[in-house]
C-alpha cells in the first residue's frame, strides 16, 4: 500500500469519525499553501547563508524559525523584519511596546529532574520535565526585559523569530467562516488558482552587521474547498469531492482538512507539512 493511500485512511479516519455518532458533519473543507518562488529545490544548496522554516498550526498561527547556515556569526534584525498578512497589512517582527515580566524561582538541593528540549524544526516542540525531589531554600526574582531589536545566531546555529502571527485567511476558524452551513450550501471551489496568502521579509547580517541582506518569501493559497455535506452520513461524498477536485490535495506544502459539526462546538481536522526559503 503506497504512503498516499495509507495518508488517506488515516485522513478519513480523522475527519469523518462522527459520521457514526449523534454529531452530524455538516461541511468538510481543504487548504493548501505553497511557496510563491518557481525554483525551490527540496533542500538548501551547500551555497545558500540562510534557511527559513515557517509552520502554520491549524488555528492559523505562524511560527518563523531561523537556521544560519554560515560559519560566521548572523545578526537577525527585527526591526527591519516582518509580516505581511492577507489583506496586505505589514507587522514588524520588533514590538517597542512589548515588556515580558519574567519570574524566575530557584530552589537548592533539586536532585533527579532532568529538562529535555528537543529540536525545534519547524515548530517548538514543547519542554519534557522530569521528577525531581527538592529541599531547601527558595528564591525569586522579577526581571523586566523589553523586546530585542536584534537576535544573533550562531554559526551553523537556529533561532525562532520570537513573534508569531496570526494568517488572515488560514486555520480552521478562517475554514469554519467560508463552508457551507446545511446542505443546500454552495460548495467552494478554488483549484490550483494561487492566492495571496502571507508574506514574510527577514533582514540578516554575516558581516558583523556592516551590511543587511532580506529572504522574502510570499505564500499563496493554491487551494481552497470547501464541500456541504448533503445527507447525515454521507461526508465521505464531500471528501471524495474534494480529492477529485484537487487530486495531488496530499501531495502539497502544508495542508488542513477540516470537517464542522452540527455543534459548533466540535469539528475535527487534520494537517501536515511546514513551509520554507533559503537564500
Same mark, same amino acid.
Given at each position: 500500500?503506497?504512503?498516499?493511500? *495509507? *495518508? *488517506?485512511?488515516?485522513? =478519513?479516519?480523522?475527519?469523518?469519525?462522527s459520521s457514526c455518532s449523534k454529531l452530524r458533519v455538516t461541511s468538510v473543507s481543504y487548504q493548501s499553501i505553497v511557496?510563491?518562488?518557481?525554483?525551490? %529545490?527540496?533542500? %538548501?544548496? /551547500?551555497? %545558500?547563508?540562510?534557511?527559513?522554516?515557517?509552520?502554520?498550526?491549524?488555528?492559523?498561527? +505562524?511560527?518563523?524559525?531561523?537556521?544560519? !547556515?554560515? $560559519?560566521?556569526?548572523?545578526?537577525?534584525?527585527? &526591526?527591519?523584519?516582518?509580516?505581511?498578512?492577507?489583506?496586505?497589512?505589514?507587522?514588524?517582527?520588533?514590538?517597542?511596546? !512589548?515588556?515580558?515580566?519574567?519570574?524566575?524561582?530557584?530552589?537548592?538541593?533539586?536532585? $533527579?529532574?532532568?529538562?529535555? +528540549?528537543?529540536? #525545534? &524544526?519547524?515548530? +517548538?516542540?514543547?519542554?519534557? #520535565?522530569?521528577? =525531581?525531589?527538592?529541599?531547601?531554600? &527558595?528564591?525569586?526574582?522579577?526581571?523586566?526585559?523589553?523586546?530585542?531589536?536584534?537576535?544573533?545566531?550562531?554559526?551553523?546555529?537556529?533561532?525562532?523569530? $520570537?513573534?508569531?502571527?496570526?494568517?488572515a485567511e488560514a486555520g480552521r476558524a478562517y475554514l469554519s467562516a467560508i463552508a457551507p452551513k446545511d446542505e443546500n450550501?454552495?460548495?467552494?471551489?478554488?483549484?490550483?488558482?494561487?492566492?495571496?496568502?502571507?508574506?514574510?521579509?527577514?533582514?540578516?547580517?554575516?558581516?558583523? $552587521?556592516?551590511?543587511? /541582506?532580506? *529572504?522574502?518569501?510570499?505564500?499563496?493559497?493554491?487551494?481552497?474547498?470547501?464541500?456541504?455535506?448533503?445527507?447525515?452520513? /454521507?461526508?465521505?461524498?464531500? !471528501?471524495?469531492?474534494?480529492?477529485?477536485?484537487?487530486?495531488?490535495?496530499?501531495?502539497?506544502?502544508w495542508l488542513l482538512f477540516y470537517s464542522a459539526h452540527d455543534k459548533k462546538t466540535s469539528a475535527n481536522y487534520y494537517?501536515?507539512?511546514? +513551509?520554507?526559503?533559503?537564500?
Amino acid at each position: 500500500m503506497s504512503v498516499r493511500f *495509507l *495518508l *488517506l485512511g488515516v485522513l =478519513a479516519g480523522t475527519l469523518l469519525c462522527s459520521s457514526c455518532s449523534k454529531l452530524r458533519v455538516t461541511s468538510v473543507s481543504y487548504q493548501s499553501i505553497v511557496n510563491g518562488r518557481q525554483d525551490l %529545490a527540496p533542500k %538548501a544548496p /551547500e551555497d %545558500a547563508s540562510i534557511f527559513a522554516a515557517f509552520g502554520i498550526s491549524p488555528d492559523g498561527n +505562524l511560527i518563523v524559525e531561523v537556521h544560519n !547556515l554560515t $560559519g560566521e556569526m548572523m545578526d537577525i534584525d527585527r &526591526t527591519q523584519s516582518f509580516f505581511v498578512n492577507s489583506d496586505g497589512s505589514s507587522t514588524c517582527f520588533y514590538d517597542p511596546t !512589548l515588556t515580558v515580566n519574567s519570574t524566575s524561582t530557584s530552589t537548592s538541593n533539586t536532585v $533527579g529532574a532532568t529538562v529535555n +528540549l528537543g529540536t #525545534v &524544526t519547524p515548530v +517548538l516542540r514543547g519542554v519534557n #520535565v522530569g521528577n =525531581a525531589n527538592t529541599s531547601g531554600t &527558595t528564591n525569586t526574582s522579577t526581571t523586566y526585559v523589553q523586546d530585542r531589536e536584534h537576535m544573533t545566531i550562531a554559526p551553523r546555529g537556529k533561532i525562532n523569530m $520570537g513573534r508569531n502571527f496570526q494568517i488572515a485567511e488560514a486555520g480552521r476558524a478562517y475554514l469554519s467562516a467560508i463552508a457551507p452551513k446545511d446542505e443546500n450550501g454552495a460548495s467552494i471551489r478554488q483549484v490550483n488558482e494561487p492566492r495571496f496568502s502571507f508574506g514574510v521579509v527577514i533582514s540578516y547580517s554575516t558581516d558583523g $552587521g556592516e551590511s543587511y /541582506e532580506t *529572504l522574502e518569501t510570499s505564500f499563496f493559497t493554491n487551494n481552497l474547498i470547501s464541500c456541504a455535506v448533503r445527507a447525515h452520513g /454521507e461526508a465521505n461524498a464531500a !471528501l471524495r469531492e474534494i480529492l477529485t477536485a484537487a487530486p495531488e490535495a496530499m501531495l502539497q506544502p502544508w495542508l488542513l482538512f477540516y470537517s464542522a459539526h452540527d455543534k459548533k462546538t466540535s469539528a475535527n481536522y487534520y494537517t501536515r507539512g511546514y +513551509l520554507y526559503n533559503y537564500q
